[in-house]
């Protein structure tokens, strides 16, 4: 596609409940990053994917998140048993390259907003 | 613990006016300074970067400044419009050794909410 999509936009869901974020890079990016922008607290990075590949995932906040890319595209953003703290928009952004970064930068999608009740 | 520091928080100028933004870092070893620009309802989008081999770079109206001895860099936005009203934040980033010298993540500041009055 021409942009970053992320689905879906909007997700409330209920406490201690599972849920599914989705992002679909630009076509032929192969880097793909997700962050967490809570309000007054700026971006908080998550992890990266190479490819399928996730070389760091330090910045998971929990256990009760994780990620997955296939096919060198779709990634999913997953958190068990949500918890209201894990309210928050959730961006996520390609580049052409893990090293291509520089002048291009990230391109972001419109992120997902999640609101735990 | 905050590697990036921006100020102020919040920015009301004058159309025409100057709005400056400062950013400070910590760690000697971010190679990349870029601003990312953010509407509501939107991500944030890439509008200019420096690296620290240069004091300052403009690019149309937007110039970020670098003191690589003091570790600040700011960003200037001449003659602002109200269509500039926007939250903005700087970022910076560190080479990893996951990926051969890339990044693997910026490190953002909280970001800057600007409102440029008519």
């Known amino acids: 596609g021409a942009g970053v999509s992320q689905s879906p936009s909007n997700k409330v869901t209920e406490k201690g409940k599972d849920v599914e974020l989705r992002c679909d890079p630009i076509s032929g990016h192969t880097a793909l990053y997700w962050y967490r922008q809570s309000l007054g607290q700026g971006l908080e990075f998550l992890i990266y994917?190479?490819?399928?590949?996730?070389?760091?995932k330090s910045g998971l906040p929990s256990d009760r998140f994780s990620a997955e890319r296939t096919g060198g595209s779709v990634s999913t953003l997953t958190i068990q048993r949500t918890q209201q703290e894990d309210s928050a928009v959730y961006l996520c952004a390609s580049s052409l390259r893990v090293l291509d970064f520089g002048d291009y930068g990230y391109t972001f999608g419109s992120g997902t907003r999640l609101t735990v009740v | 613990q905050q590697q990036v520091k921006q100020s102020p928080q919040s920015l009301i100028v004058q159309k025409g006016g100057i709005p400056i933004i400062n950013c400070a870092y910590e760690?000697?070893?971010?190679?990349?300074f870029p601003w990312y620009q953010q509407f509501p309802g939107k991500g944030p989008a890439l509008l200019i970067a420096i690296r620290p081999d240069v004091s300052e770079k403009k690019e149309g109206r937007f110039t970020i400044s670098f003191n690589k001895s003091a570790k600040q860099f700011s960003l200037h936005i001449m003659d602002s419009q109200p269509g500039d009203s926007a939250t903005y934040f700087c970022a910076a980033s560190i080479k990893s050794p996951y990926s051969g010298g890339g990044a693997d993540g910026l490190t953002f500041g909280k970001g800057t909410h600007l409102i440029i009055q008519p």
């Open positions: 994917f190479q490819g399928n590949s996730a070389p760091d």
């Open positions: 760690n000697t070893a971010f190679d990349y």
